[in-house]
């Protein structure tokens, strides 16, 4: 196969992904305990721009979040990121 051209999105210039991403943490998170779910500015002051994993950690200094969740946590997140994503309608911009 050749592959004819590459798209790269630095997020935000062909996808905003950063609120995909929030909300589809937090259904996860929900799916343990509504006690885990992270508010939008916490979201923006602390959690913006890691990885699902050091997410994770922080929510188990901050929140108490028990690590024998974290890989079913990580794995419906990511599930659900793919689901919101496969929703998306094109821009008529």
Known sequence: MD??????????VLLEAKEIHFNALNSALKEID?????????HLSKYDGLK??????LLTEDKG?????YEKIWKHKQDLTIKYINQIKPSSD
Do not use: R
């Not at 592959?3 to 935000?12: E, R, S, T």
């Not at 509504?34 to 916490?42: G, Q, R, Y």
């Not at 979040?65 to 969740?69: I, R, T, V």
């Open 65 to 69: 979040l028990p690590k024998l969740f």
């Open 52 to 57: 699902t994993n050091q997410k994770l950690k």
């Open 34 to 42: 509504d006690k885990f779910i992270i508010s939008w500015e916490e």
């Open 3 to 12: 592959i004819k051209f590459i798209i790269f999105d630095l997020d935000g």
